[in-house]
Nanobody, 115 residues
Framework: QAQLVESGGDLVQPGGSLLLSCVVS????????FNWYRQTPGDQRELVSS???????SYSDSVQGRFTISRDDAENMVYLQMDNLKPEDTAVYYC?????????WGQGTQVTVSS
């Protein structure tokens, strides 16, 4: 059974940095693409960043140049390095694993950017 567990969310000041981690188990990690989404109350879940099984990355316009997604196939880990954080980055961040019709989610980790 697939399990994704995020960690690393915290309260941080504007301009600060956080590293989100997602530990994955129960799936063939190497063949999955992974995504980070975020959601604020009352809004739809927003795709922030993606990484394919081959390591190709993509970012939303709102985080391009500030966030970096990476994966460690040996450790079954996915990361999101977030730099120069802004108050509008405040949200619950979710890790997602996707392959064809298979779609798995973590429980989310709260990121709050505030002075």
């Amino acid at each position: 059974q697939a399990q994704l567990v995020e960690s690393g969310g915290d309260l941080v000041q504007p301009g600060g940095s956080l590293l989100l981690s997602c530990v994955v188990s129960g799936i063939n990690f190497r063949i999955y693409a992974f995504n980070w989404y975020r959601q604020t109350p009352g809004d739809q879940r927003e795709l922030v960043s993606s990484i394919t099984s081959a390591g190709r990355t993509s970012y939303s316009d709102s985080v391009q140049g500030r966030f970096t997604i990476s994966r460690d196939d040996a450790e079954n880990m996915v990361y999101l390095q977030m730099d120069n954080l802004k108050p509008e980055d405040t949200a619950v961040y979710y890790c997602n694993a996707r392959l064809l019709q298979f779609d798995y989610w973590g429980q989310g980790t709260q990121v709050t950017v505030s002075s």
